[in-house]
């Protein structure tokens, strides 16, 4: 019955902390992505996010592409990628402010530059 560390945080608590994104927030998130054990809670809780995003009555876009150019900037090189595949996996607006995001901060050609 022993979870083990990397069930906290779930997915519900980090989309909340996605929502809000106060700088306390971000200091959590950013502690989040350090440990690579997290990746999964970190992506379940930003797909939840964006799901929850797209379900709302009002939808944010300028909010949802700085949280893009955000996770551009702070994410590692790890997560670029999987980021990308996470705005492109709906043709929904709020998937698609989340890309714009990432795309105009060039996370995922730093993490991986040209030859």
Not at 1 to 12: H, I, K, L, V, W
Not at 26 to 40: C, V, W
């Amino acid at each position: 019955m022993n979870a083990g560390p990397a069930s906290f945080p779930d997915r519900d608590t980090v989309a909340e902390k996605l929502g809000a994104f106060a700088e306390a927030d971000q200091s959590f998130l950013r502690l989040l992505m350090e440990n690579p054990e997290q990746d999964e809670r970190l992506m379940d809780g930003l797909y939840r996010h964006l799901d929850l995003a797209s379900e709302a009555k009002f939808l944010n876009s300028l909010k949802l592409e700085k949280l893009g150019q955000w996770f551009g900037n702070t994410a590692p090189a790890r997560l670029q990628m999987r980021l990308m595949e996470a705005g492109r996996s709906s043709q929904h607006a709020a998937y698609q402010a989340f890309k714009a995001g990432l795309s105009k901060a060039g996370g995922l050609d730093r993490a991986f530059p040209k030859a």
